[in-house]
């Protein structure tokens, strides 16, 4: 019996009827970007695994549960991708661009890879929109904002107006062992009432406790004192400073004691931006600062380094929508009518083709089916114009134009095979 192969599980099928509202969302981000002078980079699907282990850290979760490692006969392999920071840190440092610019403000649309348990909006293949802004002068307050108000931005571009953007602050490297060390000592005495994960994060990484969605978990974490004790009065200050700046541009927040971020790499400020439409799983996009990222890579030397950045899923933001949001449709310049077969077929793709070298999207029926069934199509298919083409229409040397949303049709010459009344008319229609 012929095995029947379906997607694998947790992955997904974009299809043409899901790509447009993908399409829409892209675009929109491109232009943005282009707005705040952001430039793309692309790295590759998979890396050495060594990457993300120094990256995201030994004890973090995407290392020692999610990260799809792929077979090598190398000692050290390769992964694919589990997000997309530590790639582009790699591939700046690699490619000297800290040389070239002192500030580098790149962004990235692509897939991630995680082994997760799949369930709603979470997948093993998943999609992201991301920025990370890195280079020796990346350390400005300001530019924490920039990159704060540029997530939000997105979002409600993307039609999300109802987001919620929680920070905090992780301070310096010394203040995150403060906070380390502060939270073993309150959880010591509760560690068998914490989940089997959390009971292994408390020695691997403490701070995953905070954002665990157990109720049990959560009961601990509630009766433990959070606040900014341990940060230093840099990191307040700048901590203030940055809340400043937000008001000042009409960005709302909330300050969450509890959002820590589960990677090494963070410091200073996190944000985390979720959406009441996803239930209880509601983050749609996170990021924060990465101060010792590219020294975690490549090395002491690269110390003045700075960075910081977010990223978006797109499935998630996708699901978060509402669904009169969701409902995008094609729209064809011109469908083509062709009543017959031989010369008339051959003629109506003369026409088709063009239409299309004048860049007007352009389609048409190849079978010849009646002028009812072609009718049909070309209203299923959003064409706002119609170009009928049949053996009178040959003989005459026209064709018929015909405005679908109006109802109007003309008789148009395209005698000695000059097209340029016919381009003149559908572009004014159009």
Known sequence: MTKIYTVPRGTADILPSESLIWQNIESKARAIFSQFNYKEIRTPLFEETGLFKRSLG?????????????????????ALRPEGTASIVRAYLENSIDKQENLSKLFYIGPMFRGERPQKGRLRQFNQIGVEVIGPSAES???DAEVIVLSMKLLKEFGLDNCRLAINCLGNEDDKKKLSDYLREKLKD????????????????VFRILDCKNPSCRAVVDGIKLDSAY?????????????????????????SPRLVRGLDYYNEIVFEISNANLGSQDAVGAGGRYNKLAEFIGGESKRDIKGIGFSLGIERIILALDETKKQIESNL?????????????????????????????????????????????????????????GEDEIKKEVVVLKDMAQGEQFEISIAGNDFNNLFNKVRERL
């Open 190 to 205: 509760k560690v068998t009432a914490l989940c089997e994960d959390c009971q292994n994060r408390f020695e691997r990484n």
């Open 58 to 78: 030994q004890t973090s979760d995407i290392v020692n549960k999610q990260l799809l490692e792929l077979v090598s006969s190398k000692e050290e392999g390769f």
């Open 141 to 143: 307050l300001f530019i």
């Open 333 to 389: 310049g011109v469908y083509i009518i062709s009543l017959g077969q031989g010369e008339v077929t051959r003629r109506s793709f003369e026409v088709l083709t063009a239409l299309r070298n004048k860049g007007i999207s352009s389609d048409m029926n190849f079978q010849g089916n009646s002028l009812k069934s072609q009718m049909r199509v070309a209203n299923k298919s959003n064409a706002k114009l119609a170009v009928i083409i």
């Open 231 to 255: 940060l230093s009065e840099e990191s307040k200050n700048r901590y203030e400073a940055i809340k400043n700046i937000l008001r000042e541009n009409k960005i709302d927040f909330i300050e």
